[in-house]
């Protein structure tokens, strides 16, 4: 996770973000406090959950507004693997730091790391997993297609660490592509919870829940209304005592009972107040990149 200490929404994002809503500007600075504020609440409880956390600072002074979303530039994988993102945004570009890759191998056992940066010479994106939503069991990848998530890095992804890719269209109520697969899909061990309304093709949704259900999970269908208050935008951790499900407060109070029995089946509902953050256009989701590596000791 990363810490920001001047945390803003990003207006070079905010053209395909609809989730994203500006900050006054006489208010800069207060935004920023309470977005630190929040970061630093969300790793206490997540730590006192016994989660491991790598909390990095970003001091703003590579002018990285988006830095609290570092799920999108990097992910780990089982077998020791690193993928590094090309970005759609050139501020989001410069989020990329060599001293978390460094840490991973110090504290991993890391085998490669494969960088897909380059791809960005050529218009090409792929923003990590908040393109792609992972079902590391079978090995899909599910992926909205848009701006920030190319069909030809898709395969290449997919080529190199062995996920099938599962390739979608969006649509908001303004028809627009969502711009990334995680606010709208959240894939758990026992359990799923996708945004069926916002996939206009009922076939691709139907085969959506259908790959799901294969796998012998739950499948929690989320409104568009849900999905507004970022009830996708969840990740399933390990803690002390069990899985838990991490999401923020306006998600989970979005969640009806039924659907939150169905989650605490088998993980606990572990609510992070994060709404500064969420100004972003992203929630805890995207605040968190999960490792997958073995530990060196």
């Not at 200490?5 to 809503?21: C, G, L, S, V, W």
């Not at 393109?131 to 848009?146: G, N, P």
Request: a negative charge; glycine letters at 6%.
């Amino acid at each position: 996770m990363i810490r920001p200490h001047k945390f803003a929404p990003n207006p070079e994002t905010a053209a395909d973000n609809a989730f994203q809503r500006p900050a006054a500007r006489e208010a800069a600075q207060s935004v920023a406090a309470a977005a630190h504020r929040e970061v630093t609440a969300a790793v206490e409880r997540l730590q006192a959950e016994g989660v491991r956390v790598h909390l990095f600072e970003d001091h703003g002074d590579r002018d990285t507004p988006d830095s609290v979303f570092p799920n999108n530039w990097f992910s780990t994988h089982p077998g020791g693997h690193i993928a590094i993102y090309s970005m759609y945004s050139p501020s989001r570009r410069r989020e990329r730091r060599a001293d978390v890759i460094e840490m991973l191998k110090s504290e991993y056992r890391v085998q490669d790391v494969i960088d897909y940066s380059g791809l960005e010479q050529d218009g090409l994106f792929l923003e990590g997993t908040g393109a792609m939503v992972f079902d590391h069991l079978a090995r899909v990848a599910y992926t909205a297609r848009s701006n920030r998530a190319d069909p030809a890095a898709l395969e290449r992804f997919s080529t190199h660490f062995n996920f099938e890719p599962m390739l979608f269209d969006t649509a908001d109520e303004a028809g627009k592509p969502i711009y990334h697969t995680n606010v709208l899909m959240c894939v758990a061990t026992e359990f799923a919870m996708v945004g069926f309304d916002m996939i206009p093709d009922a076939r691709r949704a139907a085969d959506i829940r259908a790959r799901l259900q294969e796998s012998g999970r739950a499948v929690i269908a989320l409104s568009a209304a849900q999905i507004a208050e970022f009830a996708g935008n969840a990740i399933e951790l390990s803690g002390r005592d069990g899985r838990i499900l991490a999401l923020s407060q306006r998600a989970c109070d979005s969640l009806s009972r039924q659907q939150k029995a169905v989650i605490e089946g088998s993980a606990r509902l572990v609510p992070l107040s994060v709404p500064t953050v969420e100004m972003a256009g992203g929630s805890v989701r995207c605040m968190i990149a999960g490792i997958h590596l073995s530990p060196r000791y």
